[in-house]
């Protein structure tokens, strides 16, 4: 039994507890202290909070669970509590209605209260397969808030691989588009063999030019100083110079053999003697003015190198430049491939970036459904997504806060119920009671009675305050 003494509007009131568990509705007519005796239940088994005195009244008492209180100026908590509760891990009501206007933070308020009914704890090994660079410094002894703080950078580090990935998108589109098709590239080394070969033969082809400019300026020279050279009669010089050296000889040999004719010899062998060294000279300038001549006669030899036609210039000229022109094309369709290499590369590294972007949300996705593993473990059928409490209707994937708050009741009872277990008491506020349809009134308490659980509520009606245990068979 559950008594309740000059308590607020209260003289006296006994409330049955089955022991198998059920609903208790407290019954009476308006102001007769319904959410009294609820909220002085509550204070005994929590132990927070001070009912109301009886006006006029020395003390009141309350007996609750094995518990017992003394109100007067103070209030006296004797014996031990023999029932189980949520203590301030769950306000049900909080769970229907946490009234907090924005929809996003009522349930980021619930998923709290979700979790703190669970007592569950995450540890550093939970977070294995996350960045670590991203889980120092978490608060894991707060579940909830851990999770936020976590998906927060989570969701800070894709918005950045993210923005890397367009900008790396759109500087490979910038050089693709850029780059257009380059097509094949020709090979280079083949290019430049043909570059080679025909500078060479324009180079020969200039060299022999100049060679024979040369040599026709040798050859002009030539025959001008051939033109001023006498021809000689170098054969009769030369037997001239035999005659003379032999009569030389011989007048030297009549001069010794004459001596009485000495004189005479001397002269005539002296004029001789000039005449010898005349004719010598005369020889030596008429071979040297042979070699002169042959040189000469070899430069202009030499003036027969012939010249390149103009058809050989251009030929060889239009070969180098076709050489040149293959090349320049080869390099620019070089710089096109490297140009859309780099485009390519930068459109593996948007990708690559837009895969880290998306493994990070997948990661930011997994913090909730660390949170929904929580939750589940209560055997409840709400789970997270997106900051949001969802369930499965007929509806499909509702929002728990777009539930009406029937529906909203039902589920927190039941949630509360599940965590509570046998030999568990919750207060359930009269307005919540009187929301439910009576089919899920039976539901609620055929689920308290068959976890053992005793939950107490009440409803008004015409009578005196009074109580009784919910009829599951009416």
């Not at 490979?172 to 090979?187: F, R, T, W, Y």
């Not at 103009?310 to 491939?337: F, M, S």
Request: with cysteine; net charge negative.
């Amino acid at each position: 039994m559950i008594t309740l003494k000059n308590i607020g509007p209260i003289e006296n009131v006994t409330i049955p507890v089955p022991a198998d568990g059920g609903v208790v509705v407290l019954r009476g007519r308006n102001g007769s202290g319904k959410s009294t005796a609820l909220d002085a239940i509550q204070t005994a088994i929590t132990g927070k909070g001070k009912p109301p005195l009886r006006d006029k009244a020395a003390k009141g008492e309350i007996h609750a669970g094995g518990v017992s209180l003394t109100v007067a100026k103070s209030i006296r908590r004797s014996g031990e509590l023999e029932v189980t509760s949520l203590d301030s891990r769950l306000s049900v009501a909080d769970l229907v209605e946490p009234g907090i206007v924005d929809p996003v933070r009522a349930d980021a308020s619930r998923i709290k209260a979700l979790v703190n009914l669970s007592r569950a704890e995450i540890f550093p090994g939970d977070l294995h397969g996350f960045p670590d660079n991203l889980t120092v410094d978490l608060n894991l002894a707060d579940p909830v808030a851990a999770m936020a703080e976590l998906k927060k950078r989570l969701d800070i580090g894709a918005r950045e691989y993210e923005k890397l990935a367009k900008d790396a998108a759109a500087k490979a589109s910038a050089l693709l588009e850029s780059a257009g098709d380059p097509g094949p590239v020709p090979d280079e080394a083949a290019l430049q063999s043909a570059l080679s070969e025909a500078q060479r033969r324009v180079d020969r082809l200039n060299d022999l030019a100049n060679q024979a400019a040369a040599a026709k300026t040798r050859a002009a020279s030539a025959q001008a100083k051939l033109a001023t050279l006498d021809r000689a009669d170098t054969e009769k010089l030369a037997d001239l110079l035999d005659k003379a050296i032999f009569q030389v000889d011989q007048k030297r040999l009549d001069a010794q053999k004459l001596k009485e004719q000495y004189n005479a010899a001397v002269e005539s062998y002296k004029t001789s003697v000039v005449d010898r060294d005349l004719l010598q000279t005369r020889l030596e300038s008429a071979q040297q003015a042979d070699a002169l001549r042959a040189q000469l006669e070899s430069q202009i030899a030499e003036s027969l190198i012939p010249d390149p036609t103009p058809e050989q210039r251009a030929d060889a000229q239009a070969a180098l430049d076709t050489a040149l022109q293959a090349l320049a094309t080869a390099a620019r369709a070089r710089a096109a491939q490297q140009t859309r290499a780099k485009g390519d590369e930068l459109a593996a590294e948007a990708q690559r970036l837009e895969e880290e972007s998306n493994l990070l949300r997948r990661k930011a996705r997994q913090t909730e459904e660390i949170l929904s593993e929580i939750i589940a473990d209560l055997g409840c059928p709400l789970r997270c997504l997106d900051g949001r409490l969802i369930t499965d209707t007929g509806r499909g994937p509702t929002y728990y806060a777009d539930l009406s708050e029937g529906e909203r009741w039902i589920m927190a009872l039941d949630i509360a119920v599940q965590a509570l277990g046998e030999r568990g008491l919750l207060v359930v506020p009269q307005a919540a009671w009187e929301g439910l349809d009576p089919t899920n009134r039976a539901l609620i308490a055929a689920h308290a009675k068959q976890a053992g659980v005793v939950i107490i509520t009440a409803e008004c009606d015409a009578g005196d305050l009074g109580a009784d245990v919910f009829d599951l068979a009416a």
